[in-house]
């Protein structure tokens, strides 16, 4: 049997596409998220169109007291986990909100370094194991329209290349994915521009292709890389007069 893939943030659409595409190749899926019950619907579709096994669990990203003992209390025993967490939150309104700031903070980084870090622990003791972490281009560089989330994934993508750093002699593989848009219900209403915009098939598809590779970090669409890189380039003078 195939190793079991745990997909922590389990209701978001980009977790649920990522559980299709393992399923697909006959993993069995564990979904993880809070009131993991609400996922019954999706877990019943996953096992009946891919015919593995599928099972539901609780896991609130921002209870940092319990990461531990969900981490050691999985079975069957994850060989992947996936971290599909995240709050894009509204700039405007979290700089007015500091609050509810350091809820998107919290989401896109705290919450999730702490349960892989449990997850990482364990992998490394078990000498194998695959990490994936989706962090988002918004980490390339701080821009004043989503220094908050951006900030936060920042933080997560340097997290999670440093996992990768240290795990890198114990048999535990480490992606880094950077989706940039994608259209999902958390950025429904915003004004996207097609040629950049990937639908959630299209990460998920991309992920298992990066995993089967062992690849390090990837952009979904190539064109993301050639992007950052310019916005990464611009000296700061300049970057503080532009509106990005």
């Known amino acids: ?63 940092l007291d319990s990461h531990e003992a969900f981490v050691t209390g999985l079975e069957p025993r994850p060989g992947v986990v996936v971290c599909a967490i995240g709050l894009l939150g509204d700039q405007q309104e979290d700089e007015r909100d500091l609050a509810a700031a350091v809820r998107v ?3 896109n980084f705290e919450g999730p370094a702490s349960v892989l ?22 980490g390339d ?21 440093g996992l990768r750093n240290r795990l890198a002699g114990e048999g535990v593989h480490v992606l880094t994915v950077k989706p940039g848009f994608v259209a999902t219900a958390m950025t429904e209403g915003l004004d996207l521009p097609a040629p950049l915009t990937a639908a959630p098939g299209e990460v998920s598809a991309a992920v298992l292709r990066a995993v089967a590779k062992k690849r390090n970090v990837i952009y979904t669409r190539p064109v993301w890389r050639l992007i950052m890189g310019v916005i990464r380039a611009i000296p700061e003078p300049i970057f503080k007069k532009l509106s990005l």
Request: aromatic letters at 6%.
């Open 105 to 107: 903070m919290r989401t």
């Open 117 to 138: 870090g449990h997850v990482a622990n364990r992998f490394a003791a078990e000498g194998e194991g695959v990490i994936v972490g989706i962090s988002s281009v918004a």
């Open 1 to 63: 049997m195939k190793d079991p893939v745990l997909i922590l943030g389990g209701r978001s659409d980009i977790g649920l596409a990522i559980a299709h595409a393992f399923a697909a190749e006959s993993h069995p899926i564990m979904l993880a998220a809070r009131n993991a019950q609400g996922l019954e619907l999706q877990g019943k579709d996953l096992s009946l169109r891919h015919r593995v096994e599928v099972s539901l669990h609780e896991f609130d990203a921002l209870a």
């Open 141 to 161: 560089r701080g821009r004043g329209s989503n220094y908050i989330y951006g900030s936060a994934k920042a933080g997560f993508t340097a997290y999670l290349a």
